[in-house]
């Protein structure tokens, strides 16, 4: 069951907290605390967590939505020109892949850990898509 209370304790750097629930009753044992939600719950910071029959839990929410985290942008600089047929990718000015068109499509990869990108040949321009998803 999903229980609503407030933070009491935090513990262990934020990974984890304890609360007492609205509804009245003891405080909880720790309760782990989201990657995302570590160092945005203050003691009194309303939330939603699950309390499990063997004394573990999770925070689910602040009940606010806030939190004190900014998001980053990952930004890759990805240059594509197709050359005789072939799809000619610059993955931060590091490294140039030849990335051979087959079906009209092919997986390229810059760098380690590197996402994965489609590459076909469209009107005689080089789409890239990031993950299947976005064009660059």
Same mark, same amino acid.
């Given at each position: 069951? +999903? ?6 304790? =935090?513990? *262990? ?11 009245? #009753?003891? +405080?909880?044992?720790?309760?782990? +605390?989201?990657?995302?939600? =570590? ?14 029959? &063997?004394?573990? #839990?999770? +925070?689910?929410?602040? @009940? *606010?939505? *806030? ?9 890759? &600089? =990805?240059?594509?020109?197709?050359? *005789? #047929?072939?799809? @000619?990718?610059?993955?931060? #000015?590091?490294? &140039? =892949? ?39």
């Amino acid at each position: 069951m +999903v229980h609503k209370g407030k933070v009491s304790t =935090i513990l *262990d750097g934020g990974k984890f907290v304890t609360a007492t629930p609205y509804s009245g #009753g003891t +405080v909880t044992a720790p309760l782990t +605390v989201p990657f995302f939600l =570590i160092g945005a719950l203050p003691v009194s910071t309303p939330i939603a967590y699950v309390a499990f029959e &063997d004394n573990t #839990g999770v +925070v689910l929410s602040r @009940m *606010d939505g *806030d939190w004190n985290h900014t998001l980053q942008a990952v930004v890759i &600089d =990805i240059s594509a020109v197709v050359v *005789d #047929g072939v799809c @000619m990718v610059s993955c931060g #000015g590091t490294a &140039d =892949i030849n990335a051979s068109i087959e079906g009209g499509v092919c997986t390229i990869k810059c760098g380690s850990p590197a996402g994965a990108f489609d590459a076909t040949v469209v009107d005689g321009v080089c789409v890239v898509k990031c993950n299947n998803a976005a064009t660059i």
